[in-house]
């Protein structure tokens, strides 16, 4: 027997020929553990096809799925101030944005768009908690005023999805008075007459479910999303006693009627086309007059890799 024939070759041919799986093509269920393939997961709309938990979504493929045919168009959002208080902590402020946009490739944390649902002309923005927690600042209050002038401009609906851990607390003051100033932007839509719809998803804390995100005609949330002012963990070390079981859970707040609805992801959209042309007197949508789905690429669907097992799950995440 010839070892270097018969193991030294075949061995060394197997490392130089090896290929890596890449890290990003399977996701697991924070709820129920099950992998999930990235394209089946995007199709679903970051939906877990096992358990039905939702995932967090960035605002552009939330607007992806909700827009027809996907196609919107981004509004000018005015950019305030960059580090107006000069403040650091373990790093400087601009640093953490510097960061932040990298990481998710958005200026800021709210995207604003105009488009169509169901052939009915809305403005949308969204708040991106992957970036600094989706925080009010100085910045998502332009947005929103952004938003509500386009609406009253354009007269559509404005529908918002709010994400978010708070207020900002780098730009201190000037984040908290976000609070008023978004106030006087829903009230500019009271006042044209036009919808404002907001869906609040996980999670909605602080500031933002003190002011904007409480304020709609129409309070709809996604399924299990924490909606509250001071979380759970706060009022149980202030009063020292245990909560009801899903506290301040979206289920919660519905039964105790601080919302509307509670609506999956999968079916918001034409919940959303429903109440939009309720809401503006408008008839109901005739499906067949929607425009066609997307044309699919002619390649073959793309197949899944072995899901990691959990031996190998385990070593990564040691």
Same mark, same amino acid.
């Given at each position: 027997?010839?070892?270097?024939?018969?193991?030294?070759?075949?061995?060394?041919?197997?490392?130089?020929?090896?290929?890596?799986?890449?890290?990003?093509?399977?996701?697991?269920?924070?709820?129920?553990?099950? $992998?999930?393939?990235?394209? /089946?997961?995007?199709?679903?709309?970051?939906?877990?096809?096992?358990?039905?938990?939702?995932? !967090?979504?960035?605002?552009?493929?939330?607007?992806?799925?909700?827009?027809?045919?996907?196609?919107?168009? /981004?509004? /000018? *959002? !005015?950019?305030?101030?960059?580090?107006?208080?000069?403040?650091?902590?373990?790093?400087?402020?601009?640093?953490?944005?510097?960061?932040?946009?990298?990481?998710?490739?958005?200026?800021?944390?709210?995207? *604003?768009?105009?488009? /169509?649902?169901?052939?009915?002309?809305?403005?949308?923005?969204?708040?991106?908690?992957?970036? $600094?927690?989706?925080? %009010?600042?100085?910045?998502?209050?332009?947005?929103?005023?952004?938003?509500?002038? =386009?609406?009253?401009?354009?007269?559509?609906? @404005?529908?918002?999805?709010?994400?978010?851990?708070?207020?900002?607390?780098?730009?201190?003051? @000037?984040?908290?008075?976000?609070?008023?100033?978004?106030?006087?932007?829903?009230?500019?839509?009271?006042?044209?007459?036009?919808?404002?719809?907001? *869906?609040?998803?996980?999670?909605?804390?602080?500031?933002?479910?003190?002011?904007?995100? $409480?304020?709609?005609?129409?309070?709809?949330? =996604?399924?299990?999303?924490?909606?509250?002012?001071?979380?759970?963990?706060?009022?149980?070390?202030?009063?020292?006693?245990?909560?009801?079981?899903?506290?301040?859970?979206?289920?919660?707040?519905?039964?105790?009627? %601080?919302?509307?609805?509670?609506?999956?992801?999968?079916?918001?959209?034409?919940?959303?086309?429903?109440?939009?042309?309720?809401?503006?007197?408008?008839?109901?949508?005739?499906?067949?007059?929607?425009?066609?789905?997307?044309?699919?690429?002619?390649?073959?669907?793309?197949? !899944?890799? !072995?899901?990691?097992?959990?031996?190998?799950?385990?070593?990564?995440?040691?």
């Amino acid at each position: 027997m010839n070892w270097i024939t018969n193991y030294v070759r075949p061995r060394i041919n197997s490392i130089f020929s090896r290929r890596e799986m890449p890290e990003n093509l399977w996701q697991k269920c924070d709820e129920c553990g099950t $992998m999930l393939f990235h394209r /089946e997961l995007k199709d679903n709309l970051n939906v877990c096809t096992n358990c039905g938990h939702h995932m !967090p979504i960035t605002p552009r493929d939330r607007f992806t799925g909700l827009f027809d045919g996907g196609i919107f168009t /981004e509004v /000018e *959002v !005015p950019m305030p101030t960059v580090d107006p208080l000069h403040f650091r902590d373990q790093k400087r402020y601009p640093d953490r944005m510097k960061a932040a946009q990298k990481q998710t490739g958005e200026k800021e944390a709210m995207l *604003v768009a105009c488009g /169509e649902i169901g052939r009915t002309p809305v403005v949308a923005a969204a708040q991106d908690f992957s970036f $600094m927690g989706g925080s %009010m600042g100085m910045y998502v209050g332009n947005a929103i005023i952004a938003a509500a002038g =386009e609406a009253v401009k354009l007269k559509r609906p @404005l529908i918002l999805f709010s994400a978010a851990g708070g207020a900002r607390m780098q730009e201190g003051i @000037l984040s908290l008075m976000q609070m008023p100033r978004t106030t006087v932007a829903v009230e500019m839509l009271k006042e044209a007459k036009l919808p404002y719809i907001v *869906v609040l998803t996980h999670p909605t804390t602080g500031g933002v479910t003190a002011s904007y995100a $409480m304020l709609g005609d129409v309070q709809i949330a =996604e399924p299990n999303a924490l909606i509250c002012f001071a979380g759970p963990r706060v009022i149980e070390q202030t009063i020292r006693e245990k909560l009801p079981e899903g506290f301040q859970r979206a289920e919660y707040l519905l039964d105790h009627g %601080m919302l509307d609805r509670v609506t999956s992801r999968l079916d918001l959209r034409e919940e959303l086309i429903t109440i939009t042309r309720m809401l503006l007197n408008m008839p109901p949508p005739i499906m067949g007059d929607l425009p066609a789905p997307g044309v699919t690429d002619s390649k073959p669907a793309e197949s !899944p890799p !072995p899901a990691p097992s959990e031996e190998g799950a385990a070593k990564k995440a040691d």
